[in-house]
Structure formats: C-alpha cells, structure tokens
C-alpha cells in the first residue's frame, strides 16, 4: 500500500520479509539499522506485530523511535473483531486488512502520514491515493456482488487459520478454522475433529490452505472429511514479486476469485 501511494519519492524497506509469518518475526540487525535511520514507520497494529513476543515494540525502542511521533499503526479508525477462543481471547484480531473497507483505511493513514513526513510531496501523494481508492472500491463492490449466488449450506469458507473474520463480516461468507491464530500450538486433533464435524453437516465443496502456514492440518481435514483443497489463498504475507497475488490489489483479488470459484464447485 505504501509504495502505491508514495511511488519513488521513498526508499521503502519491508521489516517482515515476503513469505513470513508477521506473528512472531525475530527482526535481523539489518532491521534495527534500518528501522533507526527511518523517517516514518507503519505498522498494522490490533495485536499483530505487538502480540505474542511483542517484537515489534522491542525493535521500536532498540531503534529510539516514539508512537505517534516516528512510527503509527495503519489500522487506525478500523473498527476491531476480537479473537474468540484460546488464551488470546478478547485480544482484537490483527487481520483486518481481509477487508477491502478496511485496506481503504490502511491507505487514508499512510497517505496522511507519509504527506505530514513530506509535505513538498502531498499532492502527488493525494493523487496516488486517490486512484488506489477508486481501485480498491471497485474489487470491493465486486466482492460484495460476488458471493450472492452460493447456497447457505455451501457458503463457508474453511482456512487454517482464523484469519478471515473480517471478510467474513465484509462479504457475507461464514467462515471457520483449524485455529485461531498463529501460535506455537495449533493444529491439534481436537481442532481438526472439530473442523471435520462443522464440515458434516454442510455440503461445503472445497477447502483453502494459506500460503504462510504448513498444509498439513488442513490435509488431515481434507483426508478425514473427503473434502479436497482447491486452492492455496493469501492472508499474513503477499506473493513474491512477480507472482500473482504480489500486492495488496492482487492477493484480495486472488483470494475473492479463487474462493468464490471453490465454493461453487459442482
């Protein structure tokens, strides 16, 4: 999001590399270095850098930066879900990206950051901006158009992790999960008992595994439940550049394409 709305007028360094979980990151001293030379930097907040082992609050204050004044969550002004089971219940779900409203937030905060920051730019940073919006309120207007035509008892969208409430929410589309959130425990029998039972009493076509986790829970779902895995989708990290699904564009387009595809299956 960043480098669509600011273009070449940074140098833009992404802390998490493309691929990794951004749940429980151990920053390289590369990261420290360049977060303290850094005018600005974004994070997403609601729990996600800053739960579990709170890395990002440590590299914060290794690198002498202040909130509010140096770095800022992008998440600002979305309205949180919270997590629902486990011992991180009540803490708020960090993945409200999966929602284009939201990503539409996301990129509001980074334009008015990034314009206080640098202000001989602020005009070419309103236009990006502007052109991202009309962007991302077309695929969203096309997701909400989408997921209309499945049967209720075909419409749920079963992933590893619990990382789609808030497409859920936003597009209409119940969904469950193996765990909730990325931890050290997950993917236990009992969780996956628990799936496969859900599954029984619907006629669920098609199942998603995430691109950032190991397959192998859902594949003990898919075996026990004869439900196949039709397509890997996107959550915590973009595709390599290049790739489909390389931005934050193309991963929700990939996500709500590939999931409305596995759910009408015949």
Same mark, same amino acid.
């Given at each position: ?99 284009? $409203? /939201?990503?539409?937030? +996301?990129? @509001? %905060?980074?334009?008015?950051? *990034?314009? =206080?920051?640098?202000? $001989? /730019?602020?005009?070419? +940073?309103? @236009? %990006?901006?502007?052109?991202? *919006?009309? =962007? ?17 008892? =075909? ?112």
């Amino acid at each position: 999001m960043t480098e669509e709305i600011a273009g070449d007028r940074i140098n833009l360094h992404s802390i998490v590399p493309v691929g990794r979980d951004p749940h429980d990151y151990e920053p390289l001293p590369e990261d420290v270095e360049t977060s303290t030379e850094a005018d600005l930097v974004f994070y997403n907040g609601l729990n996600l850098e800053t739960g579990g082992n709170a890395w990002f609050n440590n590299l914060m204050d290794n690198a002498d930066k202040e909130e509010g004044e140096d770095y800022f969550a992008v998440s600002q002004g979305v309205d949180p879900l919270y997590l629902e089971e486990g011992e991180d219940e009540g803490q708020q779900d960090p993945h409200a990206w999966m929602s284009l $409203e /939201n990503g539409m937030t +996301y990129a @509001e %905060n980074i334009e008015e950051q *990034l314009s =206080e920051k640098d202000p $001989e /730019n602020v005009d070419y +940073y309103e @236009e %990006n901006l502007n052109n991202y *919006l009309d =962007e991302l309120e077309d695929l969203d207007q096309e997701a909400k158009d989408k997921f209309n035509d499945i049967p209720e008892d =075909e419409k749920l969208l079963v992933t590893s992790e619990g990382a789609f409430k808030y497409f859920s929410q936003a597009y209409d589309v119940p969904a469950t999960y193996i765990w909730e959130i990325n931890t050290e425990e997950e993917g236990t029998p009992e969780q996956t008992t628990r799936v496969v039972d859900q599954l029984n009493d619907t006629n669920v076509q098609s199942l998603f595994v995430e691109t950032s986790v190991n397959p192998s829970s859902m594949q003990s779902v898919s075996q026990d439940s004869g439900i196949p895995i039709y397509s890997e989708i996107f959550t915590d990290s973009v595709a390599e550049s290049g790739e489909e699904g390389d931005s934050y564009y193309a991963m929700m387009k990939w996500n709500i394409d590939r999931i409305h595809e596995g759910l009408t299956q015949e």
